[in-house]
């Protein structure tokens, strides 16, 4: 069956996308291999994060070869890297193999190292102050080219990654089976491993697929965007405020809730004079209530294209005051890499920019 495949086909199969069940049916099936040497080609994949065949030395040569003809190793190109003298944050801009830029950041801890991924080229939210959005979306991603973002961060850097938080460019409920394929591969016991506990999907609401991933039972910490305190507000920020009431998104995070009990974080970007006054704050807390809830506040990252402007310190601190007085969980995202670029997606947009 192999032997037919054409090499030039899209139709290679996609081996590191796949879970190890579905690699033993195509060891055993489409190679007639035994079946410990989907262990093997699995562990190569996922444990030693092999870039290449030929790397996979305990396979015969033979074996590597009928690989390379029947399927693909998804292996992404670093384009850019730089790196942060502050902090040791780094910015990455990855090659996919059909030649889209797509970026990943990370970010060292006290807690560990943490890496934040990009679930689609683009994205189609529009929300007004993000510069993924701007040109749509491209596409969306495979598991295997999320799973190479980590991996390939974690070969570069030589160090273990022990988080991650999908909260690059795209929206991963708007390409959602293959974030959850992508959370279970990464979570997986025979693969890198990391703890479901230890990753974040953050999303702008979409709420049928927050009641769908209630019913996947992971252990992942569901953030939500929230960003306004009013539905009219925030369809003056995000479009999907258009389709989702902020009532119905916290029923959602309720029956997320309920599945495995982690706290939900609201990401609130803060807009000077548009949502970060005290009254704000305070209607905020009201919506929050009696929810096991941590609130995760964004001084707004401006850019060139938006008018947007940052609140200043002073009043950041004052609705994080606000919102722990009446007994929120606050904290202020502290920015990372401020000498290596700005907001989400400019690095990619900025290295588009300078190709045409
Ligand atoms: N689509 C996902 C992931 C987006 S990026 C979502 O909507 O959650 C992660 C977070 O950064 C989101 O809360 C997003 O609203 C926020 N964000 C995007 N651009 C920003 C900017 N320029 N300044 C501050 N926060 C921004």
């Not at 079946?35 to 033979?62: G, P």
């Not at 491993?193 to 992942?220: D, F, M």
């Not at 990252?301 to 200043?312: A, L, M, W």
Request: charge should be positive; glycine fraction near 6%; aromatic fraction near 6%.
């Amino acid at each position: 069956m192999c032997e037919k495949v054409d090499v030039k086909s899209m139709d290679k199969a996609d081996i590191k996308s796949m879970n190890l069940e579905e690699l033993t049916v195509f060891v055993t099936g489409t190679l007639k291999e035994p079946k410990f040497r989907a262990a093997q080609l699995y562990q190569w994949l996922h444990v030693k994060l092999a870039r290449s065949f030929d790397e996979m030395t305990s396979l015969s040569k033979a074996l590597r070869e009928k690989l390379d003809t029947c399927a693909v190793l998804t292996a992404l190109e670093t384009v850019e890297c730089l790196v942060s003298k502050i902090d040791g944050t780094r910015k990455y801009l990855f090659r996919l193999p059909d030649g889209n830029i797509i970026e990943s950041v990370l970010m060292k801890y006290k807690h560990g190292n943490s890496v934040c991924v990009s679930s689609q080229v683009g994205c189609r939210m529009g929300c007004r102050f993000c510069a993924s959005t701007l040109d749509g979306l491209e596409r969306s991603m495979t598991p295997s080219e999320m799973l190479d973002e980590v991996y390939a961060i974690q070969r570069d850097l030589g160090e273990r990654i022990s988080n991650v938080v999908i909260m690059g460019s795209g929206e991963p409920l708007d390409n959602y089976d293959n974030v959850v394929r992508f959370i279970k591969l990464l979570s997986d016991e025979n693969g890198l491993h990391i703890s479901q506990r230890n990753i974040t999907l953050s999303t702008c609401g979409i709420v049928p697929k927050i009641y769908a991933l209630a019913e996947e039972k992971l252990q992942v910490t569901l953030a939500i965007s929230l960003h306004a305190v009013s539905d009219e507000q925030r369809r003056t920020l995000m479009p999907i405020a258009n389709k989702y009431s902020i009532r119905e998104i916290l029923e959602a995070c309720k029956a997320y809730y309920s599945h495995n009990n982690r706290r939900l974080t609201f990401e609130y970007s803060l807009v000077a004079g548009v949502n970060d006054s005290p009254e704000q704050a305070r209607a905020l807390a009201g919506l929050l209530k009696g929810l096991n809830a941590h609130v995760n506040l964004i001084p707004v990252n401006p850019i060139k294209e938006r008018d947007f402007r940052q609140s200043d310190n002073s009043a950041v601190n004052n609705f994080k005051n606000s919102l722990e007085k009446y007994g929120e969980n606050v904290t202020i995202r502290r920015e990372m890499g401020r000498d290596i670029q700005a907001a989400c997606g400019q690095l990619r947009k900025n290295y588009l920019n300078r190709q045409v």
